[in-house]
């Protein structure tokens, strides 16, 4: 695979915030946490990845898996059969990630309905 897909989300900020941005740009992307969620409780085959996830198309978990992989926080397994079986897994930087993650989605979860009517009064305001 051409490495040219991995795309420098950080190239235009300041030294300081390029890890910053990079991983949250990382994360923010659409797939992301879908593929980290499947595979928070074991290995997975990437057709039980791709089952366990609605609406995902090969292509997409490929190239998710593969920055995941990139980024050191999958591993890809593969056993010798016929047909070859390769099995994703986090790896302890993956397992890392998952805890400041659950923050933050508690965090949404328990604010959401303050930033939509936040937003919903800033609109109305708007003119």
């Known amino acids: 695979m051409s ?8 190239a ?7 890890p910053t941005v990079d ?5 923010s992307s659409k797939w992301f946490l879908h593929v980290l969620g499947g595979l928070q ?21 490929t190239l998710t898996l593969r ?3 990139r980024d ?9 059969s016929i047909p070859p079986r390769v099995d994703y897994e986090l790896t302890e930087r993956g397992h890392s990630v998952m805890e400041p993650l659950a923050a933050i989605h508690s965090w949404a ?6 930033i ?11 003119v």
């Open 3 to 10: 490495k040219h897909i991995f795309k420098d989300r950080a």
């Open 12 to 18: 235009h900020v300041p030294d300081f915030c390029r």
């Open 23 to 27: 991983v949250l740009a990382q994360f």
């Open 41 to 61: 409780d074991g290995p997975k085959r990437f057709s039980e990845l791709e089952d366990g996830i609605d609406g995902i198309s090969q292509r997409m978990l």
């Open 67 to 69: 920055t995941l992989e």
């Open 72 to 80: 050191g926080l999958v591993t890809r397994h593969i056993t010798a």
């Open 109 to 114: 979860h328990q604010h959401t309905d303050g």
């Open 116 to 126: 939509v009517e936040s937003r919903r009064l800033f609109d109305e305001r708007e």
